[in-house]
Structures are given as C-alpha cells and as structure tokens.
C-alpha cells in the first residue's frame, strides 16, 4: 500500500484506469479485491499487548496472568479506517450512472456536446480543477448536457462532495495521530534542529518505521486521504462545468 502511494512516476493516465477501474468492476472483481485487503490487514490480528489478568484454577482460586488484547491504536483506528473505506467504494460506486462524462481537453467546450464527447457511465479521473492549465491538454474534461445538470444530479454530487470531504478530514487526523507516534528519536531531532521540514521528517518517520502495525495505518490512512481528496477535486470540476453551462 505504501509503495503504491508514494510511486511519483505514475502517470496521469495510469490513475486514471486505476480510478476508473475501482468505479466500473463488476461485481466478480469485488471479492479478490476484498480478499487481498482482508489479506493486507490479517496480520494486525496478531499485533497484541499485554495486559494483567486473572484466571480461575480448578480448585476456585484465582492466579495472575497476563493476558493479551488487540493494541490500542489498532483497535481504534483500524475499524475506523475500514469504515471510511467502505464509504468511499460507496460513493464511487454511486457514480456509476451519472448524466456527466469526460472527454479528451480540446474536444468539447462547456456547453455544446460534440461528435468526439459521448456520456459514459464511468466516473473518469480527473486530477486538476476546472480553471485548467493549458500545459496539462492531455487531461479529460468533465462535460455535461446542455443547460448543466438536474437539480437531483446536481443536489446529490454536492452531497457526495461534502461526503468525501468530511472522509478526508477524518483520514487526515488518523494519519496525523500515527505519524505523531512514530519513533521519539525523530522528535528529539525535531527539536534539536528546529529548520528541518515537517515533510522531512514525516518521510523520515515512513521510511525507517519498523513498527508493522503503524505502517499499516499510515499507509491506510494516506490512500484513504489521497483517495477522497481526488473524489471533492473531481466533484468540483463538475460543478464548475454545471454552473458554466447555466450560464
């Protein structure tokens, strides 16, 4: 998952079959993918600590023991990153049958549909906002029909963009939590050297982590981050394409 995230070299259109991919797979799909989570995260089943007990003996009497419990941060972050998870694929799953599509930039302008744009069920990717750089022309548009979106359209995609926007803040204080608990050596550097970014040392933090546990909530927490700040992004491009095409 990690290296996945941090890969600086994927390409535009790369993220976009990625994204498109997670939007349209059929439902056979879904299971493997399910699998391989279930997969990724078993291991935190066996990432425990101690705690002291007690334990009845066959004559009545009871004995000290320690016994073991899910850590502590696992047990409240990891379900609560699975459920953020699951409200994502739903909210990319809803995009399934939608009345906006994208085309190749240059191909369509706001408000008229041309032969080379066609509406497609697919919820494309797109990574910059709606005031886009001429530079980036290999980027799709977002296109929608003549005279913007309906008012339920239009009503749900503010939802869902508002939907994804509290999943990325809530993401965002997970990670921030799991990397303020990474190795207290980095902080004592943070001190004794005061100029050193918060991105330095945060990379830091990532790259020589050998806590199993922490690493799989970073990292879990920052797709999810990474994930739902893309969904508001796009969702703003739309609506920037509806509120132009009303006008």
Request: charged share 25%; glycine share 4%; hydrophobic share 35%.
């Amino acid at each position: 998952m990690a290296d996945s995230s941090n890969s600086p070299s994927t390409s535009v259109s790369d993220e976009s079959s990625e994204a498109e991919a997670q939007c349209c797979s059929s439902s056979s799909t879904a299971p493997s993918l399910h699998d391989t989570m279930d997969c990724l995260l078993a291991v935190c089943d066996y990432i425990v600590e101690f705690y002291p007990s007690t334990q009845p003996l066959s004559d009545g009497t009871r004995v000290e023991v320690m016994a073991t419990r899910p850590r502590s941060d696992i047990y409240i972050n990891l379900p609560a990153l699975e459920k953020l998870d699951a409200m994502l694929i739903e909210i990319m799953d809803s995009f399934q049958k939608a009345e906006f599509w994208y085309a190749d930039a240059g191909t369509r302008s706001f408000g008229s549909v041309t032969s080379s744009s066609s509406p497609s069920s697919s919820f494309r990717r797109s990574t910059t906002t709606a005031h886009r750089n001429e530079d980036k022309w290999w980027v799709p548009v977002p296109c929608v029909p003549e005279g913007g979106l309906s008012v339920k359209a239009r009503k749900e995609l503010r939802q869902r963009r508002d939907c994804a926007n509290q999943i990325h803040k809530a993401a965002v204080a997970i990670n921030s939590g799991v990397l303020s608990d990474m190795e207290s050596l980095l902080l004592c550097i943070k001190h004794r050297f005061p100029g050193l970014s918060q991105t330095t040392l945060d990379t830091s933090k990532i790259q020589f982590n050998k806590d199993v546990g922490q690493a799989i909530l970073e990292s879990y927490s920052r797709v999810l981050e990474s994930l739902a700040f893309n969904i508001v992004s796009w969702t703003d491009e739309v609506l920037f394409a509806d509120k132009a095409a009303r006008k």
